[in-house]
């Protein structure tokens, strides 16, 4: 297949856009998704998170080098956070039933929709990220290209 001018610059262009994509989405990945969410929310900032029961967080676990996140749901009391319930995959929740506290022995704060590490009985790290504080993109101008777009 030959291709002509304008084909091979499309050609590439579509090509670097694929090797920028899978390198940020490897990235990410590597990075956990602790790191992704407080990028995002450092950017973005963070809607106050009220006392109540929060339906949509999700909990990062550090494990060495292996730290992963899972869904669940977080009860908030005077700013701190008294209970987390870990989601399994049939929508059903299990509460993590021991005491979780900071690293100082205090119930967990919140700064900018995340929580300070935490920790429970049997050791496992934590944090608890509330995913639905996190505000909208700012609007972003509609750029356009050249003629020879058109």
Not at 123 to 134: S, T
């Amino acid at each position: 297949m030959v291709l002509k001018g304008y084909q091979k610059r499309i050609f590439m262009k579509k090509t670097l856009l694929l090797l920028f994509f899978s390198c940020l989405v490897t990235g990410a990945f590597s990075q956990g998704c602790l790191e992704a969410w407080k990028k995002a929310f450092e950017k973005r900032g963070a809607y106050t998170v009220s006392d109540d029961m929060h339906r949509k967080v999700y909990i990062h676990f550090e494990d060495g080098e292996d730290s992963y996140c899972v869904a669940g749901k977080a009860r908030v009391e005077n700013g701190k956070i008294v209970s987390v319930f870990l989601q399994y995959e049939d929508g059903t929740y299990e509460l993590m039933d021991m005491k979780i506290t900071n690293l100082n022995g205090q119930p967990a704060g919140i700064t900018d929709g995340i929580s300070e590490e935490m920790i429970n009985e049997k050791g496992d790290h934590f944090y608890v990220i509330f995913v639905e504080k996190l505000k909208p993109k700012k609007k972003e101008y509609k750029t356009v290209g050249g003629p020879g777009d058109i």
